[in-house]
């Protein structure tokens, strides 16, 4: 089981910066894919940005953005501390949603922005963006 907590979302204005923080404890037996997913009213939930660990290098990682926020979005995490981020800059007025941190043990090969993929979810932290 892994527990995953949500922080840092508000409300900014376009152009802005946000950055999302995912805590997460319980299994530490192995290195879980993780990925930061939004959901706005009224759509289906989408990848955002997500990262795994390479298979053949344990310490390396793989990282994966949806098409929309290449560039302006970045995910990474602290292993120390148990974390994700995503740091949000330049956001736009379609950005806006419920964004939720998301971790699996395994993911299938090209899937690793496809939700179904994952098997925990947080809570989810609301981002808003309006001038």
């Not at 395994?106 to 922005?113: A, D, E, I």
Request: net charge positive; glycine share 10%.
């Amino acid at each position: 089981q892994v527990q995953l907590v949500e922080s840092g979302g508000g409300s900014v204005q376009p152009g802005g910066s946000l950055r999302l923080s995912c805590a997460a404890s319980g299994d530490k037996s192995r290195r879980h894919h993780m990925g930061w997913f939004r959901q706005a009213p009224g759509k289906e939930r989408e990848g955002v940005a997500a990262i795994a660990p390479a298979p053949i290098t344990p310490l390396s990682t793989t990282v994966y953005y949806t098409d929309s926020v290449k560039g302006r979005f970045t995910i990474s995490q602290d292993n120390a501390k148990n974390t994700l981020y995503l740091q949000m800059n330049a956001l736009k007025p379609e950005d806006p949603a419920m964004y939720y941190c998301a971790a699996a043990p395994f993911v299938s090969s090209g899937r690793s922005l496809v939700p179904s993929e994952y098997n925990y979810w947080g809570q989810g932290t609301q981002v808003t963006v309006s001038s």
